[in-house]
């Protein structure tokens, strides 16, 4: 199993940028990716943006399409969430998650079993 841990959370103001990291265990599955989420409380965790370890494969979640960015520093086992244009609405405790879900589940926190302890981004307007 990939063990995943989060760094890189704060508080920023709306417009702002962060970039959080997800330091991830080597992997052997090839299937494996590495996703973000992000919940609020009383709410659902929500899939962020996912991207398949090894290669190019990314997603991203409608609400952030232009705004974040995923990458990976294989030599580092290291994914990165590029956060930009940030606003209030992405105020949330972010989580890193690491599994192998099927193509229709790779935002979804049901195909993922490895998770962090989260970091909290705040965006204050």
């Known amino acids: 199993q990939v063990q995943v841990m989060e760094s890189g959370g704060g508080s920023v103001q709306a417009g702002g940028s962060l970039r959080l990291a997800c330091a991830h265990s080597?992997?052997?599955?090839?299937?494996?990716?590495v996703a973000w989420f992000r919940q609020v409380p009383g709410r659902q965790r929500e899939g962020v943006a996912t991207?398949?370890?090894?290669?190019?494969?990314?997603k991203y979640a409608d609400f952030v399409k232009g705004r974040f960015t995923i990458s990976q520093d294989n030599a580092k086992n290291t994914v990165y969430l590029q956060m930009n244009s940030l606003t209030s609405e992405d105020t949330a405790k972010y989580y890193c998650?690491?599994?192998?879900?099927?193509?229709?589940?790779?935002?979804?926190?049901?195909?993922?079993?490895?998770w962090g302890q989260g970091t909290q981004v705040t965006v204050s307007s």
């Open positions: 998650a690491a599994g192998t879900p099927t193509t229709d589940w790779t935002l979804s926190p049901l195909g993922y079993n490895n």
């Open positions: 080597p992997y052997t599955e090839r299937r494996t990716y």
């Open positions: 991207i398949g370890i090894g290669g190019t494969r990314t």
